[in-house]
């Protein structure tokens, strides 16, 4: 076969130095005019962790952009849709004399604290289901950090702060004599 590749591995003996086998195969190989390049267990996962971070993580950071963008878009329209749901009752408030700091406020509130509660079930989800996912398919592999759940949930506050920003620019223009008209 010309152009392809094959792996094989070996497991030298307790008394063989692996870098000593490794250097017979491969002159072994150059006088057979065969290559062959022999890796240590380290070297081997040094370059598969390299190949992986070279050709794979591009596109995950791509996909988790994109998950990032559609996710803004999602709690911008449940915010959204709350806050003009509740119009009436926000012109009420600023007709009685509330300031459109105390309502923008209220908005980005509503806004985190929906974030976190999604973030909370989702957290709830992945660790209960997640054990059942990795038996239903061995090629998916689970692993959870703590310190990849807070940066999730930063993303998910940063997320939610952003999806407020159209709702409350929309209880600016609310006029409190408007809301009295039937």
Known sequence: ????????VLS??????????????EDTATRQEAPIIAHTREEFAASTRDRIISNILPILFVVLGLAFIVGVAVAGLTIYTATIEKAREYGILKAVGFRNRYLYRLVFEQSAVTGLLGFLVGLGL???????????????VLFTRWQDVLIVAAATVLMSLIAAYIPVRRLAAIDPVSVFKA
């Open 126 to 140: 992945t660790l209960i289901i997640g054990p059942f996912a990795s038996d239903l398919v061995p090629q998916f």
């Open 1 to 8: 076969m010309t152009g392809g590749t094959t792996f094989y």
């Open 12 to 25: 030298v003996r307790k008394d063989q130095d692996p870098k000593t086998v490794a250097t017979g195969l």
